[in-house]
């Protein structure tokens, strides 16, 4: 082409990054003359995916440093970042900056994202109130989300009652009944301690 726009380069960068080619979206995205909201969201969404975690924060950063407003992607990615880096502090201090820093409402999927790092942290009491007490009706996915971290963390009397609340939403499902078992399943490891 002999000369690109804002949008041409966009397209680029976003067909490199939802191809999987990280490399060529990578520098695409730091050749480009300028770039807006919508380039940051996808290079920050791409790292994500690829759970190059550590990086979502310094692209975070640059992008405020750069005087863009995030939108709900760029939250999204940076608490989901968080969450799976297990920093627990930096993901709740992202969550409040939404309202307090940017006068934003939380979105549903902030909120899950925010479910998500409580839970995966083993804070499973908070977790619990944010799903019953979320501005948001909790759905089929934030049960399951919930009831999957009550698994990873032995906590049957919790993930009951949120089997239980999944199940009220979409009796067809098979995944709480699939979690409650695993969890209600002694491992190999308690099988082999209950035999000595």
Same mark, same amino acid.
């Given at each position: 082409?002999?000369?690109?726009?804002?949008?041409?380069?966009?397209?680029?960068?976003?067909?490199?990054?939802?191809?999987?080619?990280?490399?060529?979206?990578?520098?695409?995205?730091?050749?480009?003359?300028?770039?807006?909201?919508?380039?940051?969201?996808?290079?920050?969404?791409?790292?994500?995916?690829?759970?190059?975690?550590?990086?979502?924060?310094?692209?975070?950063?640059?992008?405020?440093?750069?005087?863009?407003? $995030? #939108?709900?992607?760029?939250?999204?990615?940076?608490?989901? %970042? =968080?969450?799976?880096?297990? @920093? /627990?502090?930096?993901?709740?201090?992202?969550?409040?900056?939404?309202?307090?820093?940017?006068?934003?409402?939380?979105?549903?999927?902030?909120?899950?994202?925010?479910?998500?790092?409580?839970?995966?942290?083993?804070?499973?009491?908070?977790?619990?109130?944010?799903?019953?007490?979320?501005?948001?009706? $909790? #759905?089929?996915?934030?049960?399951?989300?919930?009831?999957? %971290? =009550?698994?990873?963390?032995? @906590? /049957?009397?919790?993930?009951?009652?949120?089997?239980?609340?999944?199940?009220?939403?979409?009796?067809?499902?098979?995944?709480?009944?699939?979690?409650?078992?695993?969890?209600?399943?002694?491992?190999?490891?308690?099988?082999?301690?209950?035999?000595?």
């Amino acid at each position: 082409m002999p000369e690109r726009d804002l949008v041409s380069w966009n397209s680029i960068l976003e067909a490199y990054a939802v191809a999987g080619h990280d490399r060529l979206a990578m520098k695409t995205f730091e050749t480009m003359p300028g770039k807006d909201l919508f380039s940051w969201s996808t290079i920050l969404a791409m790292h994500v995916r690829s759970l190059e975690l550590h990086l979502v924060a310094e692209l975070y950063t640059s992008l405020k440093i750069e005087g863009i407003t $995030p #939108d709900e992607i760029a939250f999204v990615c940076l608490i989901f %970042s =968080c969450s799976h880096a297990g @920093d /627990l502090d930096r993901g709740v201090h992202h969550f409040k900056s939404i309202a307090l820093d940017h006068g934003v409402e939380p979105s549903k999927r902030e909120y899950g994202c925010l479910l998500d790092l409580l839970a995966r942290a083993g804070h499973l009491r908070d977790a619990f109130d944010l799903v019953a007490n979320m501005p948001f009706e $909790p #759905d089929v996915d934030d049960w399951k989300s919930f009831l999957a %971290s =009550c698994k990873s963390l032995d @906590d /049957l009397k919790t993930a009951s009652t949120a089997s239980k609340s999944s199940l009220e939403l979409d009796s067809r499902s098979s995944v709480p009944y699939v979690l409650l078992t695993n969890l209600c399943t002694p491992t190999s490891e308690q099988k082999v301690g209950f035999r000595m």
